[in-house]
């Protein structure tokens, strides 16, 4: 809600997205558990996950460009950002704050207490934080609701306070139908304004793993 904050200029929030290298990251700091956050904010394994679209890989020159439409060459001038955590994430953070360090950004990482940093988010006192989400039910609308404007928090799931007529409508719409394949094709996209705006910086597509002995079958 800070309105002088540069986080407001689409072009900050997609250099930060291009800066660090999603797939070193998963290699080194999740063990390779799980999926870089290369197509959106849909994950794979939700009907609606779309591979062929294009979110944001690791492009250092595209973040510097951007950096220097946006008024900031080199990082010249950009104020210090304030990325909020908590210890459990902490190395995950101080990496993506390594990388984006070099292109010319300040980044400056937090760490809190899981309930402070959670009233943080719902208060909309954290301009930048680490999140995460797990689907109630297996469909993207679950997703795609964190960024429908009426469920700004506290009130609702919508902790970035991201605002857009158009991807309402699409919402609106998508509620409305029962027919799997329309839905899909409005949650398709929904999912490209949230590429195109980034509100948020999609990291990963987690998994989780489970460890059974070798006279366990049929468990899926």
Known sequence: ?????????????QALSYGFDRKKMMKY???????PGLNGFIPFGIPGYDSTLQGYDYNPQKAKQLLSEAGYPNGKGLP???????????????????QLNLLGFDIKVDVNPPASLREQMSQGKSAWFRGSWIADYPDA????????????????????????????????????????????????????????????????????????????????
Request: proline fraction near 4%.
């Open 1 to 13: 809600d800070d309105e002088h904050s540069p986080l407001h200029d689409k072009r900050i929030r």
């Open 80 to 98: 210090t950002l304030t990325l909020s955590t908590t210890a459990n994430y902490a190395d995950l953070c101080k990496y993506i704050q390594q």
């Open 29 to 35: 700091m999740r063990n390779d558990i799980g999926e």
């Open 141 to 220: 609308e679950n997703y795609l609701s964190l960024f429908y404007s009426p469920n700004k928090a506290p009130n609702g799931p919508n902790y970035t306070h991201f605002k857009n007529a158009r991807y309402d409508k699409l919402y609106e719409d998508a509620q409305k139908t029962s027919n799997e394949a329309t839905r899909i094709k409005l949650y398709h996209q929904m999912n490209e304004i949230i590429i195109e705006e980034a509100p948020v910086i999609v990291l990963y597509y987690d998994q989780i793993l489970h460890f059974t002995q070798k006279n366990v079958t049929g468990l899926r």
